[in-house]
């Protein structure tokens, strides 16, 4: 699965675990393991060549999401955003998920990795590579005992907002047509919980942060700068995608971006519809290349979260990614690169060898 010709994919961000969760905790390894109507689960994963990646866990919003993706089919839209969760109620949430990715590795599904050694083994061996990671930080205490709970349990990729408001900071609406400069930054949670996630080698995620939020972060974080899942702002004019400037202060980092496939942050026109052509993808890629190096790119899906493109509705279609690369003339080296180099890269750096 890792050889050259067709290079498994490692991805920055996926949703399957809260899909999972909402569909029922009982039954959520079951439909894993035997295929379901989402995005990933082992048969899509397995023929579609996808590695494994970043699995969110994610504290759903009371919010109608098909609504949601109405709105953002429109020619300008501002979605307001959900109210803060608490505490107490996010917690519960957070270890039901992550109960399900633990389950998911007893059925022997995939690994949860800790490092970046564990990733290329599962890479080479077939085995699907999970990270464990958490989308805004709403379980997250103030005394941050969580985190040093959760981080012993495996936990290495953490973004502090998922665009609603959290103690630590403050994240992007989905406002189209915007800049990210919506609001103000971290606050003091925000960077202490930026220099203890830096201490214990846990991956501070840029993707849903404001523009505030993520100049506070290229401040005072130690490490390379990451946006799991996120896209160019030059070409489709998101608030949550990122600037040239962004991009050039991740670049500096020696950070990296993953590609977002979600419909509305990859089309000019910023609508959340799934007729989008594989060269809308190629095209954001080309200019992250650009601005970031051959290094310091790869894929962040948000598959099982987003609308994506109709060609690769499920894991299951990333060959025509793939194709689709090879065609616009990538050569084995950056597909290799792109696909999970760049991410085992940072990673390496990030949590340290």
């Known amino acids: 699965m890792g050889h050259t010709t067709n290079p498994a994919i490692f991805d920055g961000h996926n949703d399957v675990l809260l899909k999972l969760f909402t569909a029922g905790q009982a039954t959520a390894a079951e439909r894993f393991l035997t295929g379901d109507e989402g995005a990933i689960d082992l048969p899509s994963a397995k023929s579609g060549g996808f590695g494994g990646g970043f699995f969110a866990v994610f504290v759903p919003s009371p919010m109608d999401a098909d609504k949601t993706f109405a709105e953002m089919t429109k020619d300008a ?59 805004g930080a709403e379980a997250i205490d103030p005394d941050l005992n969580t985190l040093e709970v959760l981080f012993q349990a495996g936990l290495r990729s953490l973004g502090p907002v998922w665009s609603r408001e959290t103690m630590f900071g403050h994240g992007v609406p989905f406002r189209y047509p915007s800049t990210p400069d919506t609001g103000s930054g971290l606050t003091d949670h925000g960077l202490r919980l930026v220099k203890r996630c830096n201490e214990l080698g846990i991956m501070v995620d840029l993707s849903h942060l404001n523009e505030a939020g993520f100049w506070d972060v ?10 799991t899942h996120s896209n160019v702002h030059a070409i489709c004019p998101h608030s949550r995608n990122l600037t040239d400037k962004q991009l050039a202060a991740i670049a500096e980092s020696n950070g990296m971006v ?25 095209r954001h890629l080309d200019h992250l290349i650009e601005a970031l190096g051959e290094d310091r790119v790869g894929f962040g899906s948000d598959y099982d979260g987003a609308v994506v493109p109709e060609a690769l509705k499920s894991s299951a279609g990333l060959p025509k990614l793939r194709a689709a690369m ?17 991410w085992l890269r940072v990673l390496e750096e990030t949590w340290g060898a």
């Open 77 to 135: 839209y501002d979605l307001p955003l959900p109210d803060p969760i608490n505490w107490e109620d996010a917690f519960p949430i957070v270890m039901s998920q992550a109960a399900i990715l633990f389950e998911l590795e007893k059925q022997d599904a995939l690994t949860v990795c800790r490092s970046a050694k564990e990733i290329r083994r599962c890479l080479d061996s077939g085995k699907l590579a999970a990270v464990f990671h958490i989308e």
């Open 258 to 282: 993953g590609l977002n496939y979600a419909a509305a942050f990859l089309r000019p026109d910023g609508k959340m519809l799934s007729d989008v052509p594989l060269e809308e993808m190629i």
């Open 326 to 342: 090879r065609q616009h003339g990538y050569d084995d080296a950056l597909m290799t690169k792109l696909c999970h180099e760049n």
């Open 218 to 227: 290229a401040r005072y974080s130690t490490k390379p700068l990451v946006a």
